[in-house]
């Protein structure tokens, strides 16, 4: 199991923004590569960006695709952060404009849009495929 730091989006002025991090060490949500070998990837509160593992790759969760390059390097964003009333919810964005077709199970996902996951949620990335688990769902009920 691989450990995450925050992802910290690009400022203009050459600035990162801090994201604040649980203090704990709790662990909410694990995102599973289907059918590989790869370590699954535990989620804190945060922003991270999962993507193509490459040299030049900025995300925090770098997938083997064996050559493909049709996964983008920098491909969804997924944020976890405690909302008021709610609990932690799990946030899934894809990372730009223009990347291959991803689906959350079986919905094409579009720039922009911003969808709260569920536990057992599929997310299909061009190469691979990603399972994304909660020990606990009731800490994410709306």
Not at 63 to 91: A, F, L
């Amino acid at each position: 199991v691989m450990k995450l730091k925050p992802y910290k989006e690009k400022q203009s002025v050459k600035e990162e923004t801090k994201f604040r991090t649980n203090t704990l060490n709790y662990t909410f949500g694990e995102i599973k590569v289907l059918n590989s070998n790869v370590a699954s990837f535990r989620l804190k509160t945060g922003k991270y960006i999962i993507g193509r593992k490459a040299n030049s790759s900025i995300a925090d969760f770098q997938i083997p695709t064996d050559g493909n390059n049709r996964m983008s390097k920098e491909h969804i964003v997924i944020e976890v952060k405690k909302v008021p009333q709610k609990g932690i919810v799990h946030y899934i964005s894809l990372y730009k404009e223009k990347v291959n077709d991803t689906f959350l199970n079986n919905d094409k996902m579009s720039y922009g849009e911003i969808v709260i996951l569920k536990n057992g949620d599929i997310i299909k990335l061009p190469d691979a495929s990603l399972r994304f688990e909660i020990n606990d769902e009731e800490g994410t009920e709306i």
